[in-house]
C-alpha cells in the first residue's frame, strides 16, 4: 500500500504524542530497526496498526500482587470483589464466566450485597418511576445514555424518602432501585405486569426491535454480570471517593458515572460500535482499523487489556453468545474478521468493548447503547464498593496536596 492508499497514516509528531516520548527518541527506533517507516517528500509515515502493535510491546509491565491485580503508583486498596487471575475474571471467587452462562444479573447482585442469592430486590413504585420519567423527558435531544443514567440516578434518589441515610441497607436499596428501575424507565414503565419481568428481559425489550427469546435474554444477563466489577477502574474509586465520605447510594453512582463518561472507560465501547459497523457497511478491516486508531482517544479500540496476557476472558465469553442473536451472523463473521487483521500485526485480542459492540449490533440496539449496558452492570459492582467503604473510616481515600507553584 502506497502512503496515499487507504486512510491517512500517522506523522511522526502523532506518533510520538501516542507513544509517549520525543520524536528523536521515536527516530532512535527506527533507526534500531524496532519500529519501520515510510520516507516521503511531506516526512516520514508510520503504519497506525504497528504502532499500537509497538506501543503494547512496550508498555510497562505494573508491579503485581497476589491475584494478578495491578499495583498503582496513587495506592492500593484491598477488595474481596473481582480477581483476575491465569487470565480468567473471578467475583467473590466464582467464575464470572460461569455465572454469566448460567445465573441473573438480579441474582447475582442479591448474592453480592447481601450473600444471599434469593435475596429480594427492592424495585421503585411506579409513582416514583413516573417523575423520573418526567426528568429523563426533559433532557436535551443530545443527552446520551450516560447522560440518562446520571438523570436516573438523581431522580431515583430525590424519590427515595429514605436516601439520606447512612447504612448499608440503604446503599442496597439505591442499588436495587437503580438496576430495576433503569430499564423499566427506557421502556413503557407503566405497561402492565413490566414489574414481574427480569431485568434482562426489560432492557431487551427497551432497546430492541425483535421479541425477546431466550438466547437473547442471556446475552444480555451475561453482558451484564461480565462488567459488574474489574479491579479499581477510575468510576469505581471514584464511586469509593464519594462513599468515603458517607455520600448516599445515589452519591455514590453518580460520582462513579460522573468518571464513567469518558472515552477512555465507559465511552470505548461507542468507538468501537462505529468500527465494527464500518466493517459490516463494507470497509476492509484493515482501512476501518486504521480510521479507528487515528481518530479514537483510546487505544486501539475493543482490543487488548494489561490485566490479560491472552485475551479478556469477558469477550470470550460474550462474544459465544453473538451467533444466537437476530443479525448474529453478519456481526461475528465482522468481528472474526478484524480479529484476524489485528492477530496479524499486533499480540492484542479482543476485550469486553468489541464484546459489548458486537451485542449491540447483533440485537439491533442504537449505537450508544454499549456504555448503557456497561454502566448498568457496573452499578452493581459501584454499590458493593460503596458497602465495603462503608466499613472503612471515613474520608480516608483523601489525599494530601503538596504544593508545587511559586
Not at 450485597?113 to 409513582?127: K, N, R, V, Y
Request: charged residues 20%; aromatic residues 4%.
Amino acid at each position: 500500500m502506497t502512503p496515499q492508499d487507504g486512510p491517512r497514516r500517522l506523522t511522526s509528531v502523532e506518533v510520538a504524542g501516542r507513544l509517549g516520548i520525543k520524536v528523536e527518541t521515536l527516530y532512535a527506533y527506527v533507526s534500531r530497526g524496532r519500529i519501520s517507516c515510510t520516507r516521503t517528500q511531506e516526512g516520514s509515515l508510520f503504519d497506525p496498526l504497528e504502532v499500537e502493535a509497538f506501543a503494547a510491546r512496550n508498555r510497562p509491565r505494573p508491579l503485581r500482587r497476589h491475584g494478578a491485580s495491578t499495583a498503582r503508583p496513587l495506592m492500593v486498596l484491598d477488595t474481596d470483589l473481582a480477581l483476575v487471575e491465569d487470565d480468567e475474571l473471578y467475583l467473590r471467587g466464582q467464575s464470572a464466566s460461569d455465572l454469566a452462562r448460567t445465573s441473573t444479573v438480579e441474582r447475582v447482585a442479591a448474592w453480592i450485597w447481601h450473600g444471599d442469592w434469593e435475596a429480594p430486590l427492592s424495585s421503585p413504585p411506579t409513582t416514583d418511576l413516573a417523575q423520573v420519567a418526567t426528568l429523563l423527558a426533559s433532557l436535551p435531544a443530545g443527552a446520551d445514555r450516560i447522560d440518562q443514567l446520571q438523570a436516573a440516578a438523581i431522580g431515583l434518589g430525590t424519590t427515595d424518602p429514605g436516601r439520606d441515610e447512612i447504612s448499608q441497607g440503604a446503599l442496597q436499596r439505591a442499588g436495587a432501585r437503580f438496576l430495576h428501575g433503569v430499564p423499566r424507565l427506557l421502556g413503557d414503565p407503566f405497561t402492565p405486569g413490566v414489574e414481574t419481568r427480569s431485568v434482562a428481559e426489560t432492557l431487551w425489550l427497551a432497546l430492541t426491535p425483535h421479541p425477546p427469546r431466550p438466547e437473547h435474554v442471556r446475552a444480555v444477563d451475561a453482558a451484564l454480570i461480565l462488567t459488574i466489577d474489574h479491579d479499581l477502574a477510575i468510576s469505581t474509586f471514584a464511586g469509593r471517593i464519594a462513599a468515603s465520605g458517607r455520600a448516599s447510594g445515589y452519591a455514590v453512582l453518580s460520582a462513579a458515572l460522573g468518571a464513567f463518561a469518558s472515552p477512555l472507560h465507559g465511552s470505548i465501547s461507542v468507538t468501537t460500535v462505529q468500527l465494527l459497523r464500518s466493517v459490516l457497511d463494507g470497509a476492509a478491516p484493515e482501512d476501518a482499523l486504521r480510521t479507528a486508531v487515528r481518530s479514537s482517544a483510546a487505544r486501539l479500540p475493543g482490543f487488548g487489556h494489561f490485566l490479560y496476557a491472552d485475551g479478556d476472558s469477558r469477550a470470550t465469553t460474550l462474544l459465544e453468545l453473538i451467533p444466537d442473536l437476530p443479525h448474529g451472523a453478519e456481526v461475528t463473521a465482522a468481528v472474526t474478521d478484524l480479529t484476524e487483521v489485528v492477530n496479524r500485526r499486533s499480540s492484542q485480542h479482543p476485550n469486553i468493548d468489541l464484546a459489548l459492540a458486537a451485542l449491540v449490533l447483533a440485537a439491533g440496539m442504537h449505537e450508544g447503547d454499549g456504555p448503557l449496558l456497561f454502566g448498568l452492570g457496573r452499578s452493581v459492582g459501584w454499590i458493593a464498593h460503596g458497602l465495603a467503604e462503608q466499613t472503612e473510616r471515613p474520608l480516608r481515600l483523601r489525599p494530601q496536596g503538596r504544593y508545587t507553584g511559586p
